[in-house]
C-alpha cells in the first residue's frame, strides 16, 4: 500500500523524518534510492539512527560531510571516526555553515568526542558562519564536562562571544549554578559587562535567580554597575517586582 502511493505521489522531506524515527530502514532506503530524498544527518543523531546515516554514507561516500555530522551521533567508540579520517575526511574541514567536526561535538554536549578531536589535532580557534569557537558553542550549551574538556586543553575561561557575553553570563541567565562555581573557581573575571552593559548579576536578577545573584554578591561583584540603561540590578529587581531580591 505504501509502495503503491509512494509510486503515485512524490515523497516529501517529513516522509524521510518519520522513516527516520520509526527506524524503518526498508523506507529510509527507498525514499533515499528511488526517490532521491535527502537524509539530513542531524535526525540521524536526534533519532539515534546509525542505519540512516550509514545509508547516507553509502549513497554518497561524501566522508567529510559524514564526519562533520558524525558527533550528534554520540557513539560509544571511534571506530566510524577512524574509518571517515581514513578514507579522506580532514577533521578540521568546515561546511558551507563555517563548522567544523569540533563545532559540532560542541554542540552535541558529547565529551569523549570532543577529547577524541582534541587527541587528534583539531583546531580550537575557528570560527562558524556566526562567528562563534567552538568552545563558545560549548558556552552556550552549558555542558560542564564538555566546558571542563575545553578548559583543559587550553581554552580561556575569560573567553567572551560576539556580545561579549562570558561564561558566567550564561551561567547566570540559565541559572547554571554548578557552572557559575566552576567559572570562578578557574577564575573568571566577575565584572564583565556585555555589549549592553550587563553584569552576570544583572543577569541573574532579571532571571529572578536569588541564590545566583547571592552567590555572586559573596564572590565580590560590583553591584553598582550600570547597563546601557544606566540601571544596576537593584534597579531591575525593583522593576520586575522582584521584592526578595
Not at 539515534?48 to 562533520?68: D, E, P, V
Amino acid at each position: 500500500m505504501i509502495d503503491q502511493c509512494m509510486v503515485n505521489n512524490k515523497p516529501y522531506i517529513e516522509a524521510m523524518r518519520y522513516a527516520i524515527i520509526s527506524h524503518n530502514v526498508s523506507y529510509v532506503s527507498m525514499l533515499r534510492f528511488q526517490h532521491k530524498c535527502d537524509i539530513p544527518l542531524d535526525w540521524c543523531g536526534d533519532y539515534n539512527n546509525i542505519h540512516a546515516f550509514c545509508i547516507y554514507l553509502k549513497s554518497t561516500w561524501n566522508y567529510q560531510k559524514c564526519l562533520n555530522y558524525s558527533p550528534y551521533l554520540q557513539l560509544p567508540n571511534i571506530f566510524l571516526y577512524e574509518y571517515l579520517i581514513a578514507h579522506g575526511a580532514n577533521i578540521n574541514s568546515r561546511d558551507k555553515f563555517r563548522m567544523s567536526v569540533l563545532h559540532y561535538a560542541a554542540e552535541s554536549n558529547f565529551k569523549p568526542t570532543i577529547e577524541y578531536l582534541f587527541k587528534k589535532g583539531s583546531k580550537t580557534d575557528t570560527q562558524n558562519f556566526l562567528n562563534q569557537t567552538p568552545f563558545q558553542v560549548a558556552m552556550a550549551k552549558l555542558n560542564l564536562e564538555c566546558i571542563k574538556a575545553f578548559v583543559s586543553h587550553g581554552a580561556d575561561i575569560d573567553t567572551e562571544d560576539s556580545n561579549k557575553w562570558n561564561l558566567l553570563h550564561y551561567a547566570a541567565r540559565f541559572n547554571s549554578f554548578e557552572i557559575a562555581k566552576y567559572a570562578v573557581s578557574e577564575g573568571i573575571n566577575i565584572n564583565v559587562r556585555s555589549n549592553d552593559g550587563l553584569t552576570a548579576l544583572h543577569l541573574a536578577v532579571s532571571s529572578n535567580n536569588l541564590e545566583m545573584a547571592k552567590y555572586l554578591i559573596s564572590r565580590g561583584i560590583y553591584v553598582d554597575a550600570h547597563n546601557a540603561k544606566k540601571e544596576t540590578a537593584l534597579h531591575l529587581a525593583v522593576i520586575k517586582n522582584y521584592f526578595e531580591m
